[in-house]
């Protein structure tokens, strides 16, 4: 078995671990955000009062991951005053859940999230798991963090939370250089984790030591001298002393120590904190190019009205809207993108279309969080009646307006 790393990578003083939990709980006391799914009265509710109610963290944790917070607030306040409880969701359509959720992306948070408040209604008589073991176990979509999240903060289990945030955080504090998305250095958080939570306030704790990550300890530039537990911070300290003061934290004598950076990356003092923590570099995104059409036909009150169809049930953008699509393989000349698109809305029209019918428009750039997606954007106006294919995947015609009601992904709006 590897050997365990040195003290200084850990938190095992007893009365460091005190000292920090009152520093850090007093000033999130004084200078927390107020956000709408940190009011009390909602997480009494739920608590306390009403099971049925939808517990807010839960909400907020989904819509926050891969998700800025000043993004979140108007989508979680819209979504709690829809589906203010666990039925209410569960009785909703996926449709109007990809409706509400359209613009922030990731939308299988959304489905998920429903399906979990599905679950609990049908098969948990409405109760929620009241521990992060049973929330991960039993509701789709809850994960580790998710799920110590909703324990610690609804339900006052004691029990810690590692995200991006915590990371960054707990890294600084104990100099930890390897990479820190490796299995091996997030189980090492997540003990710290575990360690240091707040037995009396383990929400607020966890609250606290996310809210450090977002406001103080931030990437680039931290505001370490307003940091409350920066005489705890390692990185800071060498920072401030250099390693003629404190000792050298990669030198920390076991030799190949599984936390400490690799001896390639050493300590870099023009970065200060900010040499932690590490990650390995990011694979390049997946290049992709997509022809897109707009078809366009004159509705019945004489307004333009848009062909739209839904995207599988499975994969990226589930279940959403778009514009008839076609995959392209790259490099191919234009002549050739627009008689594969012809060919592909033959289908949707059940009549020929000509390819020189097809007018370029240009071409929109949308990037995922793993694709570099290109899409080729023509447009076709119709004359005349159109009776599309039922056979074929949903589709409508929309007005503008009803475009922009519906599921459709941010990358849709652009086109």
């Known amino acids: 078995a590897p050997a365990p790393p040195p003290a200084r990578h850990l938190f095992s003083d007893p009365a460091e671990v005190a000292a920090l939990r009152r520093n850090l709980l007093a000033w999130y006391d004084r200078c927390k955000r107020d956000l709408p799914w940190r009011e009390l009265v909602w997480v009494a509710l739920v608590a306390l009062l009403s099971p049925a109610l939808l517990p807010a963290v839960w909400v907020s944790e989904i819509m926050l991951q891969q998700t800025q917070v000043a993004t979140v607030i108007d989508y979680y306040n819209r979504w709690m005053q829809k589906w203010p409880t666990l039925q209410a969701l569960a ?16 939308y299988s948070r959304g489905k998920r999230l429903q399906e979990a408040a599905r679950k609990v209604v049908s098969e948990l008589a409405g109760q929620m798991p009241r521990t992060a073991e049973d929330l991960q176990k039993l509701l789709p979509g809850v994960g580790r963090y998710t799920a110590g999240a909703i324990a610690s903060i609804s339900y006052g289990q004691a029990t810690g939370v590692v995200d991006g945030n915590v990371i960054r955080v707990l890294c600084r504090l104990r100099c930890i250089g390897a990479d820190s998305s490796s299995p091996a250095v997030i189980d090492r958080l997540w003990d710290m984790a575990n360690v240091l939570v707040d037995r009396s306030r383990p929400g607020d704790f966890n609250q606290a030591l996310m809210e450090l990550g977002a406001t103080v300890c931030v990437p680039k530039a931290p505001l370490c001298r307003e940091c409350p537990v920066k005489q705890h911070c390692q990185a800071w300290r060498r920072k401030l002393f250099g390693k003629q003061t404190v000792p050298d934290v990669e030198d920390c004598g076991v030799g190949d120590c599984p936390l400490c950076p690799p001896a390639t990356e050493p300590w870099d003092s023009s970065l200060g904190v900010t040499n932690f923590p590490r990650k390995a570099a990011k694979k390049p995104p997946r290049v992709m190019r997509t022809a897109t059409c707009v078809l366009e036909r ?45 060919d592909h809305l033959q289908a949707w029209m059940g009549r020929p279309i000509a390819a020189k019918g097809l007018q370029f428009i240009g071409e929109v750039v949308h990037i995922f969080s793993h694709i570099h997606q290109t899409y080729v954007v023509y447009s076709l106006h119709l004359d005349g009646d159109v009776t599309l294919d039922p056979a074929l995947s ?10 922009h009601a519906s599921a459709v992904s941010t990358a849709m709006k652009k086109v």
């Open 91 to 106: 009785q909703a359509s996926l449709e109007e859940v990809n409706e509400l959720w359209a613009g922030l992306g990731y």
């Open 298 to 342: 004159r509705g019945c009150h004489g307004a333009p009205e848009y062909l739209i169809v839904q995207r599988p049930s499975s994969g990226l953008l589930a279940g959403l809207w778009e514009f008839p699509s076609l995959p392209l393989v790259q490099d191919l000349q234009e002549e050739k993108e627009r008689e594969e698109l012809a």
């Open 394 to 403: 949903p589709s409508r015609w929309v007005t503008e307006d009803e475009f």
